[in-house]
T-cell receptor, first 114, second 111 residues
Framework: EAGVAQSPRYKIIEKRQSVAFWCNPI?????LYWYQQILGQGPKLLIQ????????DSQLPKDRFSAERLKGVDSTLKIQPAKLEDSAVYLC????????????FGSGTRLTVV | ELKVEQNPLFLSMQEGKNYTIYCNYS?????LYWYRQDPGKSLESLFV?????AVKQEGRLMASLDTKARLSTLHITAAVHDLSATYFC???????????FGTGTRLTIIP
């Protein structure tokens, strides 16, 4: 079974620039998540999709962050414009709905904003 | 608002010793997860605990859950260097797979 694919692995941008991350979940996984992990902290949920619908985006800074999952499969997360405090690892994860066995995480995208 | 706290935040221990990491959470939950993260890597699922009194063991790691005390423990037996990593607990709910993570415990095993 292929895992959760993310790209790019690393990205360095200047503040006020825009950036986009891509995620392809495990085949058949209806639920997809984007988490932000700041250095030295636990991951924090940004947005949760069920198929192509948003379930929870309460912690997504909507003035600068956006995410979509148009066909219910892969997803993109965008930041525009980026701030220094957005420097973090952005983790994508997927799960079968309600399976209770947790997620499978992707390898993440490490973003550095300078 | 759900809060998940782990202690200690940092743990340095000698090989062969035993130790326990604690995970406390502030509101009722019906599932507790433990993850491992190596430097620069993603999160690896270790255990899923689904009921009060649940205990799971894998190698030198054993996790338990007390839902009444809102406490989970991760016990390390006879530590070896390969266990050096950051360990996270996370709290979830049936039917909503959103997880709230703890602060993490950075474990370093010294030869």
């Amino acid at each position: 079974e292929a895992g959760v694919a993310q790209s790019p692995r690393y990205k360095i941008i200047e503040k006020r620039q825009s950036v986009a991350f891509w995620c392809n979940p495990i085949s058949g996984h209806a639920t997809l998540y984007w988490y932000q992990q700041i250095l030295g902290q636990g991951p924090k949920l940004l947005i949760q999709f069920q198929n192509n619908g948003v379930v929870d985006d309460s912690q997504l800074p909507k003035d600068r962050f956006s995410a979509e999952r148009l066909k219910g499969v892969d997803s993109t997360l965008k930041i525009q414009p980026a701030k220094l405090e957005d420097s973090a690892v952005y983790l994508c994860a997927s799960s079968l709905q309600g399976q209770g066995d947790g997620y499978t995480f992707g390898s993440g995208t490490r973003l550095t904003v300078v | 608002e759900l809060k998940v706290e782990q202690n200690p935040l940092f743990l340095s221990m000698q090989e062969g010793k035993n130790y326990t990491i604690y995970c406390n959470y502030s509101t009722t939950s019906d599932r507790l997860y433990w993850y491992r993260q190596d430097p620069g890597k993603s999160l690896e699922s270790l255990f899923v605990l689904l009921s009060n009194g649940a205990v799971k063991q894998e190698g030198r790691l054993m996790a338990s859950l007390d839902t009444k005390a809102r406490l989970s423990t991760l016990h390390i037996t006879a530590a070896v260097h390969d266990l050096s990593a950051t360990y996270f607990c996370a709290v979830g709910y049936f039917g909503n797979e959103k997880l709230t993570f703890g602060t993490g415990t950075r474990l370093t095993i010294i030869p």
